[in-house]
């Protein structure tokens, strides 16, 4: 088994991984279906042929709880298996987060052209424009601060739900060799 991770991966909102193996997607869903099964007072999910879902099972529920979404694939060129891992929150919340950064970017780019414009024809009448601009900047830096405060505190998790990626095919790897 390769496992690929490079340091761009490791900087992102939401670290991804790659994981070759010999083993067949089919296969690879039967075993991470088994591995969950026996892990089932830790983890839950939801696994089909192509696509899992794992959690970390927590007393605490906060907003960043951590999911690992595997999708496989077949690699024709080197004829084996590649598992594709995203670690990030919820569907829901990661759409709020994007959600929120999409707002206020064309917030943004809205008031400080006002401002531009403004200041191009030599008017005063907006001049709550670049104030805006600013304060517009400030939550932007709020919502990613609150998403970096959401991935600290969630930093065992998504170290529990890696070791969940790899044990659960590292096993029958070494069966199968």
């Given at each position: 088994?390769?496992?690929?991770?490079?340091?761009?991966?490791?900087?992102r909102?939401?670290?991804?991984?790659?994981?070759?193996?010999?083993?067949?997607?089919?296969?690879?869903?039967?075993?991470?279906?088994?591995f969950?099964?026996?892990?089932?007072?830790?983890?839950?999910?939801?696994?089909?042929?192509?696509?899992?879902?794992?959690?970390?099972?927590?007393?605490?529920?906060?907003?960043?709880?951590?999911?690992?979404?595997?999708?496989?694939?077949?690699?024709?060129?080197?004829n084996?298996?590649?598992?594709?891992?995203?670690?990030?929150?919820?569907?829901?919340?990661?759409?709020?987060?994007?959600?929120?950064?999409?707002?206020?970017?064309?917030?943004?780019?809205v008031?400080?052209t006002?401002?531009?414009?403004?200041k191009?024809?030599?008017?005063?009448?907006?001049?709550?424009?670049?104030?805006?601009?600013?304060?517009?900047?400030?939550?932007?830096?709020?919502?990613?601060?609150a998403?970096?405060?959401?991935?600290?505190?969630?930093?065992?998790?998504?170290?529990?739900?890696?070791?969940?990626a790899?044990?659960?095919?590292?096993?029958?790897?070494?069966?199968e060799?």
């Amino acid at each position: 088994m390769k496992i690929e991770e490079t340091v761009l991966d490791q900087i992102r909102s939401r670290p991804r991984f790659k994981m070759y193996t010999e083993i067949s997607r089919e296969k690879y869903a039967e075993i991470v279906k088994e591995f969950l099964n026996s892990q089932s007072e830790y983890y839950t999910g939801n696994i089909n042929s192509e696509t899992a879902t794992i959690m970390v099972k927590s007393e605490h529920n906060n907003f960043w709880k951590p999911c690992l979404s595997l999708r496989t694939e077949h690699d024709s060129e080197e004829n084996k298996t590649v598992i594709r891992g995203i670690f990030g929150p919820t569907s829901a919340v990661w759409t709020f987060f994007m959600f929120l950064y999409f707002i206020g970017s064309i917030l943004w780019m809205v008031f400080i052209t006002i401002w531009f414009v403004e200041k191009q024809i030599k008017s005063n009448d907006f001049p709550w424009a670049l104030t805006a601009s600013f304060a517009t900047l400030f939550l932007l830096a709020l919502t990613y601060f609150a998403t970096k405060i959401g991935q600290y505190q969630a930093r065992e998790e998504m170290r529990k739900l890696r070791d969940f990626a790899e044990k659960s095919i590292l096993q029958f790897e070494k069966q199968e060799n």
